[in-house]
């Protein structure tokens, strides 16, 4: 069975799902976008969870397209599962990067045994992604990767273009 997509225009921080993803960066020590809202709102238990990840196996840090897991802290979810997109790149085709950052998040979650998952437009805002692109291969990838026990993928969109784009490949 694969899991249902859904999409939400709105601010991930506010949703209620087992599992939020984080378009983090390699240090796991916050930033701006969805990170820097995701450790506001979720407060400093996230950051301490990061800390001990990049004093144990992460010393150099999460590298692009890899995910993992920490506390959801004080936001409604039980976990936070942060990814590094790919800069967008017009010399380099990164899109394979992406894909994985798709891919590998949503087998963290189901390592979690997480039924719920919220998602970003990762790499769409700071990192540059062309909206369009960026959710061509985000609808293409959670179709083929997201199997049980994940029973929702849920992408949250800021923006109504953003929406647009995402409703456009879903179809
Ligand atoms: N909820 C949902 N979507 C959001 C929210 C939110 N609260 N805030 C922004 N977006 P970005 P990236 C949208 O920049 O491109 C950070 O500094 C935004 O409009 O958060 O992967 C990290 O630490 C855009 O469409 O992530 C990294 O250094 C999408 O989410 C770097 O930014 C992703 O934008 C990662 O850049």
Request: hydrophobic residues 45%; contains cysteine.
């Given at each position: 069975?694969?899991?249902?997509?859904?999409l939400?225009r709105?601010?991930?921080?506010e949703q209620?799902v087992?599992?939020?993803?984080?378009a983090?960066?390699?240090?796991?020590?916050?930033?701006g976008?969805?990170?820097?809202?995701i450790h506001?709102?979720?407060?400093?238990?996230?950051?301490?969870?990061?800390?001990?990840?990049?004093?144990?196996h992460?010393?150099?840090?999460?590298?692009?397209?890899?995910?993992?897991?920490?506390?959801?802290?004080?936001?409604?979810?039980?976990?936070?599962?942060?990814?590094?997109?790919?800069?967008?790149?017009?010399e380099?085709?990164?899109?394979?990067?992406?894909?994985?950052?798709?891919?590998?998040?949503?087998?963290?979650?189901?390592e979690?045994?997480?039924?719920?998952?919220?998602?970003?437009?990762?790499?769409?805002?700071?990192?540059?992604?062309?909206?369009?692109?960026?959710?061509?291969?985000?609808?293409?990838t959670?179709?083929?990767?997201?199997?049980a026990?994940?029973?929702?993928?849920?992408?949250?969109?800021?923006?109504?273009?953003?929406?647009?784009?995402?409703?456009?490949?879903l179809?």
């Amino acid at each position: 069975m694969t899991a249902r997509i859904t999409l939400v225009r709105g601010d991930i921080t506010e949703q209620h799902v087992d599992a939020i993803v984080n378009a983090a960066n390699s240090s796991l020590l916050g930033g701006g976008g969805v990170d820097g809202a995701i450790h506001r709102k979720g407060g400093p238990e996230i950051l301490a969870d990061c800390r001990a990840l990049r004093a144990s196996h992460y010393g150099k840090g999460l590298s692009t397209g890899k995910a993992v897991a920490t506390t959801a802290g004080r936001l409604d979810a039980l976990h936070v599962i942060h990814t590094v997109g790919p800069v967008f790149s017009k010399e380099e085709d990164r899109s394979d990067l992406l894909a994985s950052c798709y891919r590998e998040s949503l087998r963290v979650a189901r390592e979690l045994g997480a039924e719920s998952v919220a998602f970003p437009a990762i790499s769409t805002g700071i990192y540059g992604w062309p909206m369009e692109d960026g959710a061509r291969i985000a609808i293409r990838t959670v179709r083929e990767a997201a199997i049980a026990p994940i029973a929702e993928v849920r992408f949250v969109l800021f923006d109504e273009r953003a929406y647009q784009a995402f409703a456009e490949q879903l179809g």
